[in-house]
């Protein structure tokens, strides 16, 4: 069985910052990883996925995630963050066989002006 | 396409009383899922089917019950409902298993009063 280790539950920061939204997953397998972006009020939307090949994957909306097999993370980054991209972040874990993927629990991304 | 939809966006129920949330999506999808999501809890699985006249429990099944009669719909019925099913539920599609991502309905607001 995986699991998925979201580290913050919430990260505040400043419009035009930085951030890195932390991911570690456990797994005896070769896994494949997803971010997904919930903005408030409606459902999960995927954000970025790696199946393989390239370690860093990339969103069209400037996020960028890498995968690390010896650090088992896969933590998502922008390097300047918008008001609109306040929202809450799950990382997930499936592996070849499955059709469940495993979730975070979630991290809250909050965007101050 | 619709995507995955689902209705109704909101429910205000009475203790004891019964419902379905309806879940459709038009995209011939295989595997579709039930979710809740409860604020600290992130996303638990309810039920899941792998295919038309298959479904299984996922994490939270009791008070819960599912069918899967066509490839298209997944009903979720709350036999006798209590405030603890107080949730937002999430319904999900994927084509199937490993490298495919889900797909996420709007959700379902449901008060349990």
């Known amino acids: 069985a995986q699991s998925v280790t979201q580290l913050d539950s919430q990260v505040p920061v400043f419009e035009e910052a930085p951030v890195e939204l932390r991911c570690n997953y456990s797994s005896s397998v070769s896994v494949y990883l997803f971010w997904y972006v919930q903005y408030p009020n409606q459902g999960l939307q995927l954000l970025l996925k790696?199946?393989?090949?390239?370690?860093l994957v990339e969103s069209i909306n400037g996020f960028e995630a890498e995968f690390n097999k010896s650090q088992t993370s896969f933590h998502l980054r922008k390097p300047s963050v918008h008001i609109s991209d306040t929202a809450e972040y799950f990382c997930a874990v499936k592996t070849g066989g499955s059709y469940i993927p495993t979730f975070g629990r979630g991290t809250s991304l909050i965007v101050h002006p | 396409n619709a995507g995955v939809t689902q209705t109704p966006k909101f429910q205000v129920l009475k203790t004891g009383q019964s419902m379905t949330l309806q879940c459709a999506q038009d995209?011939?999808?295989?595997?579709m899922s039930w979710y809740r999501q409860d604020p600290g809890m992130g996303l638990r699985l309810i039920h899941y089917s792998v295919g038309a006249g298959i479904t299984d429990q996922g994490e939270v099944p009791n008070g819960y019950n599912v069918s899967r009669s066509t490839t298209e719909d997944f009903p979720l019925r709350l036999l006798s409902a209590a405030p603890s099913q107080t949730s937002v539920y999430f319904c999900?599609?994927?084509?199937?298993?490993?490298?495919?991502?889900?797909?996420f309905g709007p959700g379902t607001r449901l008060t349990v009063l």
């Open positions: 790696y199946l393989s090949g390239s370690t």
């Open positions: 995209m011939n999808h295989e595997y």
């Open positions: 999900a599609s994927s084509r199937g298993q490993g490298v495919d991502e889900q797909f």
